[in-house]
């Protein structure tokens, strides 16, 4: 039973039921003329409400959003034994605040952490409205069943045509859904008419089907059949692949060595060209390292008329040994370094071996197993 209805903003009226028969009724007084009339005096407006209370979508077209956007209804109702207090705002709407003994309810509200109330949401509010006045269960099957919103609406009726047939609460109104509903709500097998809408589905399909394959956008039997070869074909063979994968634990991490290595050896591959280009310049500047020729000197003097003394001569002497020995350490000096150069292109060699057989390795062990992500995929 609803008991009582208000809101958060006092300019609504609060509307309390008693037991039996309640009737809202816009009364005329003595001041009234032939231009007064009952409508527009909120009676429909109030059947919106409590069907907004009751998990209806808002109404946008009813409802003035703009004016009342900060005003929360409330609904006073008797659910599974108990009465409950459920807030629903037009701010926001896809929870339901309640207030009550909830400790015995089928369905346990959620708690707001930060604010400290109990809630639902609104499907979960329809699910425990649909437990508690009617009865309804978890369906068996995935559409063309009963649900609250569609039974509720036989009893709380909106709009023109909401009484022109006892059987139906709108226009329009899918034959299924009639059949479902008002088979439950007569206690009759309302499965047999879902079973029914099922069949009908199934034929539209089929027909659909056949017509599609009589104009050609549709394979044929026999092609279909060809299709369904070639793809046990490919299934066999999918079978095959996956029984023999097998499934290393750590693949990823050998993966990941096995591109370490590889950057490893790229990098010691090119040291060893710069080593080697390096190399073939120090080579060649042992070979065409030489003293300078003195002797030319003395004989373009000689030449121009002049004739050295032996303070001068001593002087050449000496600055040929001093050539000399400039060169001499010069050649020494690369000879160490070619050989430091070699010993590292031989060093780097031997890594790059060592390094390209712990890879091969690695790389077998992928090439013959695969990651568990492969296998769920695969």
């Given at each position: 039973m609803i008991h009582k209805i208000y809101a958060?903003?006092?300019?609504?009226?609060?509307?309390?039921?008693?037991?039996?028969?309640?009737?809202?009724?816009?009364?005329?007084?003595?001041?009234?003329?032939?231009?007064?009339?009952r409508n527009g005096l909120g009676k429909t407006t109030s059947i919106n409400i409590i069907h907004f209370c009751l998990g209806a979508n808002l109404n946008k077209k009813i409802f003035p959003v703009d004016l009342i956007n900060d005003w929360t209804f409330f609904l006073e109702i008797?659910?599974?034994?108990?009465?409950?207090?459920?807030?629903?705002?037009?701010?926001?709407?896809?929870?339901?605040?309640?207030?009550?003994?909830?400790?015995?309810?089928?369905?346990?509200?959620?708690?707001?952490?930060?604010?400290?109330?109990?809630?639902?949401?609104?499907?979960?509010?329809?699910?425990?409205?649909?437990?508690?006045?009617?009865?309804?269960?978890?369906p068996s099957r995935p559409q063309y069943v009963p649900t609250f919103r569609n039974l509720i609406s036989y009893f709380i009726r909106t709009g023109i045509d909401a009484y022109s047939?006892?059987?139906?609460?709108?226009?329009?109104?899918?034959?299924?859904?009639?059949?479902?509903?008002?088979?439950?709500?007569?206690?009759?097998?309302w499965d047999h008419a879902s079973t029914v809408q099922d069949i009908k589905d199934k034929n539209k399909a089929v027909t659909a089907l056949d017509k599609a394959i009589k104009i050609g956008i549709v394979s044929s039997q026999g092609e279909l059949e060809a299709e369904r070869v070639t793809l046990q074909a490919e299934l066999d063979k999918a079978k095959k692949a996956l029984s023999s994968f097998k499934v290393h634990p750590q693949y990823q991490e050998i993966q990941e060595k096995t591109n370490t290595l590889t950057r490893d050896i790229h990098a010691l591959s090119n040291n060893n060209l710069i080593l080697r280009r390096k190399l073939e310049r120090y080579e060649d500047s042992i070979k065409s390292e030489e003293a300078p020729d003195d002797s030319a000197l003395a004989q373009l003097y000689e030449e121009a008329g002049f004739h050295f003394g032996d303070a001068l001569k001593k002087t050449l002497e000496e600055a040929k040994i001093f050539h000399e020995e400039i060169v001499h350490n010069r050649k020494h000096f690369l000879q160490a370094e070619v050989e430091e150069i070699k010993?590292?292109?031989?060093?780097?060699?031997?890594?790059?071996k060592e390094k390209s057989s712990e890879r091969a390795e690695?790389?077998?062990?992928?090439?013959?197993?695969?990651?568990?992500e492969e296998f769920t995929v695969f």
């Open positions: 958060s903003d006092s300019r609504f009226k609060t509307i309390e039921f008693q037991s039996g028969l309640n009737v809202i009724l816009a009364d005329k007084h003595q001041s009234s003329d032939e231009k007064d009339s008797d659910l599974c034994n108990e009465k409950i207090i459920s807030a629903r705002s037009i701010s926001n709407p896809s929870v339901v605040r309640v207030e009550g003994n909830l400790t015995l309810l089928p369905i346990s509200p959620e708690t707001d952490e930060k604010e400290h109330y109990r809630f639902f949401k609104v499907e979960d509010w329809k699910k425990l409205l649909g437990i508690c006045l009617f009865g309804l269960s978890t047939k006892p059987f139906t609460y709108f226009r329009n109104q899918p034959p299924w859904s009639v059949q479902v509903h008002n088979a439950f709500l007569l206690r009759l097998n010993n590292n292109i031989i060093v780097h060699e031997n890594r790059i690695f790389m077998l062990v992928l090439q013959t197993h695969g990651a568990l």
